[in-house]
Nanobody, 127 residues
Framework: QVQLVESGGGLVQAGESLRLSCAAS????????MGWFRQAPGKEREFVAA????????YYADSVKGRFTISRDNAKNTVYLQMNSLKPEDTAVYYC????????????????????WGQGTLVTVSE
């Protein structure tokens, strides 16, 4: 099984940027589609972005399209989430996930279906 560790969260002001990283270890990283989800206080976990195992195709939630970019470096076993033009409504714990399902399926999957989750990293965006 793959293990995931997120980093890069923090407190920023609206309009600023952050880059989250998710380092993977264990099984062959390149075999996995990778995704980012987030969970705001009092809300359910929601899909943010996903990327295919080779990085060719990327999928985004409508709420982050044009502001967030997912990428991966298979040589470093790491997936990234570049977040620009952050808004207070982006405040949440961000989770990295991995699965051998096609990346396009991730948005519709239940959390229990994923092979691995990271522990999460908190992003707080102030007014």
């Amino acid at each position: 099984q793959v293990q995931l560790v997120e980093s890069g969260g923090g407190l920023v002001q609206a309009g600023e940027s952050l880059r989250l990283s998710c380092a993977a270890s264990g099984r062959t990283f390149g075999n996995y589609a990778m995704g980012w989800f987030r969970q705001a206080p009092g809300k359910e976990r929601e899909f943010v972005a996903a990327i295919t195992w080779i990085g060719t195709y990327k999928y985004y939630a409508d709420s982050v399209k044009g502001r967030f970019t997912i990428s991966r470096d298979n040589a470093k076993n790491t997936v990234y989430l570049q977040m620009n033009s952050l808004k207070p409504e982006d405040t949440a714990v961000y989770y990295c996930t991995a699965d051998r399902t096609p990346a396009r399926n991730m948005e519709l999957m239940d959390a229990s279906q994923f092979e691995a989750w990271g522990q999460g990293t908190l992003v707080t965006v102030s007014e």
